[in-house]
């Protein structure tokens, strides 16, 4: 094939190229994509299978564009002392007593409310919203003091006793056509309790169950029907309705968004990692596709050395993503009280662009790119150099998620 393509006239390679390049259209889907994705994918088709690369590539570029620079807000609210500030802390993967922990908060002068933006993901912001009791704030006009239209949505944080407050706002966010998600926090605390007071009869499932039905009772109470209760420990965020909780959260968003949001979520779960690398995934290969519709590529298999520095930036992007960077490594091997080069020892992802002294670096990485398609597949049309970039990418990325994998579970282990 590769002999086909160079023996094209230039005017015909785009047509050729993006030809081969739509059979991946449908391979990286994370699934629920909204209907203005799927709408533009098949656009895409069209035009490509029809020749028109002209009309494929601003909408291309467009989903680039939107995946990029969607912005997030969510906003957090709930009494003082429910634990906003420890849930935003856990969200962004921030420890309690890191720099940049919820006490740095920004004030946002119009409004004297605090935000914070994610370490990665300045276009997330976790806004820390003070509780609808509170004295400068009334509850009749809460939401437009808050300027309820910038958030995506709703938290309503709570704790302990059930607050007509939290149901008061909850009310005041549906009727405003917001969606709010209710979290009770701090269930840890609530089963120590349990099982310190009651060893013998205890049963974990019973009192996150009576926990549950008390918060659903008194929202119902005041009419919401289906309320979303989740029931969550910041200290473990991995544990009990977080997961359920960022399921939801995403199903409700738009694709562009579901993407920073997947970005923004900490690596806590396979899921969760999962989800990430779908995707990041989709943004490769809209990248890839993009490219491939542009006409002047070089398409033999020389990678020089801006190619080079280039994969070397998106795999130290790809590793913060992920928190295998050297900053996170360094606070893993610092928190589990092993040796830094332990740790790297573990995963595969800081050895990616290492090479021996028999094997140049562009051998090795056009030796991923075959590794990558041979046990994922897809199309691989030989002597296409952007085809190769593109399978070097995703290995990168599958390496890295799997290393992140890894930690996770190692540090369980440690943990335990
Ligand atoms: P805020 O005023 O709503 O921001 O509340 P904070 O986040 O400052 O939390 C108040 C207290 O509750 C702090 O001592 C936190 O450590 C603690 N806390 C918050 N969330 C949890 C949780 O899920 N589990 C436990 N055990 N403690 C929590």
Redesign the pocket.
């Known amino acids: 094939m590769g002999h086909s393509f160079s023996s094209l006239p230039a005017e015909e390679r785009p047509r050729f190229l993006a030809s081969n390049m739509i059979h991946e259209c449908n391979n990286p889907s994370t699934g629920g994509e909204d209907s203005l994705f799927q709408a533009r994918i098949i656009l895409i088709r069209s035009a490509l299978q029809e020749g028109r690369l002209e009309e494929a590539v601003p909408i291309i570029s467009k989903m680039i564009e939107d995946m990029d620079n969607a912005l997030l807000n969510i906003a957090l609210t709930?009494?003082?002392?429910?634990?906003?500030?420890?849930?935003i802390n856990a969200f962004r993967g921030v420890g309690h007593e890191d720099e940049d922990a919820?006490s740095t908060g920004v004030v946002e002068t119009t409004t004297n409310i605090t935000f914070y933006e994610h370490p990665e993901l300045p276009n997330v912001k976790l806004w820390?919203l003070p509780g609808i009791g509170t004295l400068h704030f009334k509850p009749e006009s809460y939401l437009e003091q808050v300027n309820f239209s910038r958030y995506d949505f709703f938290v309503i944080?709570s704790?302990s006793r059930f607050r007509v407050n939290d149901a008061k706002l909850a009310q005041k966010i549906r009727e405003m056509g917001k969606k709010f998600y209710f979290v009770r926090?701090?269930?840890?605390?609530d089963l120590n309790n349990e099982r310190r007071s009651k060893p013998r009869t205890f049963k974990e499932e019973n009192v996150l169950q009576m926990i549950r039905n008390n918060c659903l009772q008194h929202l119902q109470k005041i009419g919401i029907e289906d309320p979303k209760v989740f029931l969550?420990?910041?200290?473990e965020l991995e544990s009990y309705d977080f997961p359920k909780l960022q399921d939801e959260l995403a199903k409700e968003l738009p694709e562009h968004k579901r993407h920073v949001f997947f970005l923004s979520l900490p690596n806590i779960t396979e899921d969760i990692i999962d989800q990430k690398k779908a995707s990041i995934q989709k943004r490769i290969w809209l990248e890839a596709l993009k490219t491939g519709t542009k006409a002047s590529l070089p398409f033999v298999g020389i990678i020089k050395d801006d190619d080079i520095a280039q994969l070397k930036k998106h795999l130290i992007n790809y590793q913060r993503k992920f928190g295998v960077d050297d900053a996170s490594l360094l606070k893993i091997s610092q928190a589990s009280n092993k040796p830094m080069e332990e740790v790297k020892a573990l995963i595969k992802s800081p050895h990616l662009l290492t090479v021996t002294r028999d094997e140049s670096i562009s051998e090795r990485l056009l030796k991923y790119a075959e590794v990558y398609f041979s046990v994922n597949g897809g199309l691989v049309a030989s002597g296409f150099y952007f085809r190769k970039s593109y399978y070097t990418h995703l290995h990168f990325l599958e390496t890295v998620a799997n290393d992140a994998k890894i930690l996770l579970s190692k540090l369980w282990e440690t943990s335990v």
């Open positions: 709930g009494e003082s002392g429910a634990g906003k500030s420890t849930f919820a820390d944080i704790s926090t701090k269930v840890d605390i969550i420990s910041s200290f």
